[in-house]
């Protein structure tokens, strides 16, 4: 990085902290400080919904699910606008009439104080893994591919989010989160627009989709019912919506995004337009990641993304092995090439099946470039992360865009962590203070309430230093995040949809159904990942609300009073 990056980088983080915390300053009372005085307009609470969902680990993973898997993960999204609808209908109407300030004050209202407390937990328990994964996933990527200290790295995102979260609360996070949006679309459109325009003479964005098209990388739907296959169309509609219907309208980190709005009509404006325009930006966001594969179709890619990973095969016993395949894939790279040129010059008259042939060769030595890296791992007992995913737009960025724009790209990774995360750290603060502290202490005075509040977004923004410090790589940071999502949201959906539509249904019920379903889903999602049964974690958030709301009716109905227990 040269002098002009770490002026662009700095400069934008700290101009976004200095100003949401300038616009918020003043919260003196509960309602100030949870929802922002009630004073949010639709597109503000748009583009907070959006900037809350696109963490840092949308920008730097997603691309590189499209580098190495096509354009299919879109239609983990098509669910999104189906929710919309329904949350715009249901739930954003009640949580409006009941003036609520979390969304888990409506299930005492309908079921019990510990129906409330136990969802509150769940909510927690997930949101706080996950908002210290929001600040890992950029911290340790940009720490491997930059040489920067990661415990520092963790510690700077987590602290910078801290300061104006702390002070301003869900205003701070609205007001920073429209002008993050900003710096994010404008960075992502200048880099679509650069690899573009890196690509060789006569080689037009037409054609570039036509050598995705012959590599498999255009592939948008799959119909197919085959439950091997994590992302289809049915995964999308039916797994998809149940899991944004409950992100969007059980999770707090959402849900208080909305609730700050101006009027009813404001939520509801906002909330669709998040659902109409979610769709695209994340179909865009992966067509960079493809126009990404297409300009390595032409330059040089390394065998693997991740630097600290050859570093330590390289060093290795197992460095000549290594050295073998990043020269058999260079051969590789220079046929497929010439396979490529000879297809576009020929208008296609060359075969597309050549090309996805050169492709299965180049994966197998990118296999077995990453089985290599993990044996020099474990000769030396390091913990290496062989899978390369979210190197790869990283690693793009840095080899090949010009001075200045280098900052701002890392400017939109690390704003996009830092919008994402001081939406969790509010909703953490507020569901802990209001679901947990207030309503199960003494009456608390509205200066009292906000001192809290403040204090526990402060701690739960330490957790999630300490969460980010300790973590390790899944497969795919995107979908470590989803799948954290997945394991509860469903469990939640379910109680939400028992209390709106399953009237019959009393607390004791829905209490003790909850508790089983958790315990089941968990099991569920362990016998999926040892291999015993074949269910994909998207799947989860369908079968864990149909089992709560089962086992809930079924435990209602054997109660005495002809279904009516006293909860």
């Excluded at 949308?58 to 499209?66: N, R, Y």
């Excluded at 899944?474 to 999502?485: F, K, P, R």
Aim: charged share 15%; with cysteine.
């Amino acid at each position: 990085m040269q002098n002009l990056d770490w002026i662009v980088l700095t400069g934008t983080l700290l101009l976004i902290v200095v100003y949401g915390t300038y616009q918020s300053r003043g919260s003196k009372n509960v309602k100030d400080y949870l929802k922002g005085g009630n004073t949010s307009k639709w597109w503000t609470i748009g583009l907070s919904v959006m900037a809350t969902q696109a963490s840092a680990i949308t920008f730097l993973s997603t691309p590189g699910q499209a580098f190495n898997d096509g354009m299919g993960f879109v239609q983990f999204y098509f669910g999104l606008p189906i929710a919309m609808v329904v949350i715009c209908m249901v739930f954003i109407p009640l949580y409006h009439r009941l003036k609520v300030y979390t969304a888990y004050e409506f299930l005492e209202n309908r079921f019990d104080l510990k129906t409330r407390t136990l969802t509150a937990i769940l909510f927690l328990i997930q949101r706080g893994l996950a908002a210290g994964i929001t600040i890992f996933a950029p911290a340790i990527i940009l720490s491997a591919v930059l040489g920067w200290n990661l415990l520092l790295l963790n510690v700077i995102i987590g602290v910078l989010v801290i300061i104006y979260t702390v002070s301003g609360g869900t205003k701070a996070v609205n007001v920073t989160q429209k002008h993050q949006m900003v710096v994010i679309f404008t960075g992502m459109i200048i880099a679509f627009c650069l690899i573009i325009d890196k690509l060789p003479e006569g080689i037009t964005f037409t054609k570039a989709l036509d050598i995705a098209g012959a590599s498999g990388k255009m592939e948008v739907l799959d119909f197919s019912f085959n439950l091997n296959n994590r992302y289809t169309v049915w995964s999308g509609l039916i797994g998809g919506t149940f899991l944004m219907l409950s992100y969007f309208g059980t999770d707090q980190s959402q849900v208080q995004r909305y609730l700050s709005g101006k009027s009813l009509r404001e939520m509801q404006i906002g909330m669709m337009f998040n659902g109409l325009l979610k769709v695209p930006m994340q179909f865009f966001i992966l067509l960079v990641g493809v126009m990404v594969f297409v300009f390595y179709q032409f330059n040089q890619a390394p065998v693997n993304f991740n630097p600290t990973a050859t570093d330590v095969v390289l060093n290795s016993k197992y460095a000549d092995d290594y050295m073998a395949i990043q020269t058999q894939q260079r051969e590789v790279f220079e046929m497929k090439k010439a396979t490529i040129n000879e297809y576009m010059n020929t208008n296609g008259k060359v075969s597309a099946d050549l090309i996805a042939d050169y492709n299965i060769q180049s994966d197998k030595l990118r296999t077995d470039a990453r089985e290599l890296i993990e044996k020099a791992g474990d000769s030396r007992n390091l913990k290496v992360e062989s899978n390369d995913k979210d190197y790869v737009f990283i690693h793009f960025i840095l080899n090949n865009l010009p001075r200045g724009l280098i900052g701002l790209l890392l400017a939109v990774i690390l704003s996009a962590a830092m919008s994402s995360t001081s939406s969790e750290l509010n909703a953490l603060a507020s569901t802990t203070a209001m679901d947990l502290y207030k309503r199960n202490s003494t009456e608390k005075s509205d200066s009292e309430m906000v001192k809290a509040s403040r204090l526990f977004t402060l701690a739960w923004g330490i957790i999630a230093i300490g969460v980010a410090c300790v973590a390790n790589l899944a497969e795919n940071l995107i979908q470590l995040v989803n799948i954290i999502g997945s394991i509860f949201y469903g469990n939640v959906l379910g109680i939400f949809l028992l209390a709106f539509f399953f009237k019959f249904v009393k607390g004791n019920a829905v209490f003790t159904a909850a508790l089983i379903t958790q315990v089941i889903v968990i099991g569920l999602f362990l016998l999926n990942e040892y291999e015993i049964i074949n269910l994909p974690f998207l799947w989860l958030n369908f079968v864990g609300c149909v089992i709560v709301i089962a086992i809930a009716s079924i435990i209602q109905s054997m109660s005495p009073k002809n279904g009516y227990i006293k909860a």
